[in-house]
Structures are given as structure tokens and as C-alpha cells.
């Protein structure tokens, strides 16, 4: 199972970025996508995420500025960032969780580096 994301790099305070994930797995009639970040000496936290009904969630932080979209046809979990902020700064990572009855298969990506300066 592979999760590949790209799309990280430098950007100013108040620009936007969209970092894009492509998985190769199966995905089960239960699943979420979704984003996480973890900042330098910090753990990995929820960004956002998108199931298999198209049901968003963000984490608080976010909320009015990042935006999770799927393309099913594709496989890909996309994450479009506005107004992004310093503390914005962290490696992402994409997720994909699995669920079947009370199973959890989670897998992820290598993370990609999100840097926000001036």
C-alpha cells in the first residue's frame, strides 16, 4: 500500500498551497482520508479529513482557511490551504484508515514539508 504526497514548499504568511496525496489501495466501503501535520518537536495532529460519505471534519485551527477534497475517480485527497500562517509550518502527512466491523488498517505517506515564512 502506497500513499504519495506532494506539493509542499515555501510560501509567505497570507498565501495559499495545496498539497495532493495519490494512494494505490483498496480503498473499503468504510475509510478516511485525510491530512495530518506534525511542527518540529510537537506531535502528529488531525489537519483534516474527508470518509467515504464525503463528511468533512477539521481541526479547529484550520477551519474557514483549509479546504479537503477527494477525487475518487483518481484515488486522491487533495488539501488547499489559504491564508496560511507561520504556525502552519510542518511536515504532512496523508493518511488513509480502513475500517471494517472494528478493524483499523491505517497507512501513510512519507509527508511533505509545508514551510511558511517571510
Known amino acids: 500500500v502506497q500513499l504519495q504526497a506532494s506539493g509542499g514548499g515555501l510560501v509567505q504568511p497570507g498565501g495559499s498551497l495545496k498539497v495532493s496525496c495519490e494512494t494505490s489501495?483498496?480503498?473499503?466501503?468504510?475509510?478516511?482520508l485525510g491530512w495530518y501535520r506534525q511542527a518540529e518537536g510537537e506531535v502528529r495532529k488531525l489537519v483534516a479529513t474527508?470518509?467515504?460519505?464525503?463528511?468533512?471534519v477539521y481541526a479547529d485551527s484550520v477551519k474557514g482557511r483549509f479546504t479537503i477534497s477527494r477525487d475518487n475517480a483518481k484515488n486522491t485527497v487533495d488539501l488547499q490551504m489559504n491564508n496560511l500562517k507561520p504556525e502552519d509550518t510542518a511536515v504532512y502527512y496523508c493518511?488513509?484508515?480502513?475500517?471494517?466491523?472494528?478493524?483499523?488498517?491505517?497507512?501513510w505517506g512519507q509527508g511533505t514539508l509545508v514551510t511558511v515564512s517571510s
Open positions: 493518511n488513509l484508515e480502513n475500517r471494517l466491523g472494528s478493524r483499523r488498517y491505517n497507512y
Open positions: 489501495a483498496t480503498l473499503f466501503q468504510i475509510h478516511i
Open positions: 474527508v470518509d467515504n460519505s464525503g463528511s468533512t
